[in-house]
């Protein structure tokens, strides 16, 4: 599953080149699968990442009791995309437009951790 999580990554940026690149991270800020077109430091970007989620969730927790969705940071050269695919794991993606976001399989991307559950799960992230 893993091998085919990281194809359809780098399909996908290859094929929409607007994508600069999509990670997939667990709860505990480490890469799940990858796909970056330029040299990226992943593991920075995945922990800022898990921390921004954490942010995310206790603001709207405490703001408006719901669950968090999505964080959309929009850019004028633009759009980061961090949405929680489970609860075990995030998605990060960077397109040069907002709309390109439409061409991600949040489904597909959702369904590794339907047959791939983390050991463990940071506690705060429960």
Same mark, same amino acid.
């Given at each position: 599953?893993?091998?085919?999580?990281?194809?359809?990554?780098?399909?996908?940026?290859?094929k929409h080149l607007g994508i600069s690149a999509i990670i997939v991270v667990g709860?505990? #800020?480490?890469? &799940? /699968? !990858?796909?970056?077109?330029? *040299?990226?430091?992943?593991? %920075?970007?995945?922990?800022?990442?898990?921390?921004?989620?954490?942010?995310?969730?206790?603001?709207?927790?405490?703001?408006?009791?719901?669950?968090?969705?999505?964080?959309?940071?929009?850019?004028?050269?633009?759009?980061?995309?961090?949405?929680?695919?489970?609860?075990? #794991?995030?998605? &990060? /993606? !960077?397109?040069?437009?907002? *709309?390109?976001?439409?061409? %991600?399989?949040?489904?597909?991307?959702?369904?590794?951790?339907?047959?791939?559950?983390?050991?463990?799960?940071?506690?705060?992230?429960?």
């Amino acid at each position: 599953m893993m091998s085919n999580l990281e194809e359809y990554l780098e399909n996908l940026c290859k094929k929409h080149l607007g994508i600069s690149a999509i990670i997939v991270v667990g709860n505990e #800020g480490l890469p &799940i /699968a !990858s796909f970056i077109h330029e *040299t990226t430091d992943r593991t %920075l970007i995945a922990a800022i990442c898990a921390a921004l989620r954490w942010i995310g969730k206790q603001f709207v927790g405490e703001i408006v009791a719901g669950k968090l969705k999505r964080i959309l940071i929009d850019c004028s050269n633009g759009a980061i995309l961090i949405q929680p695919l489970s609860p075990y #794991g995030i998605l &990060i /993606a !960077s397109c040069k437009s907002a *709309t390109l976001l439409n061409e %991600l399989d949040i489904e597909f991307i959702q369904s590794y951790f339907s047959s791939n559950p983390p050991d463990s799960v940071n506690s705060i992230m429960m």
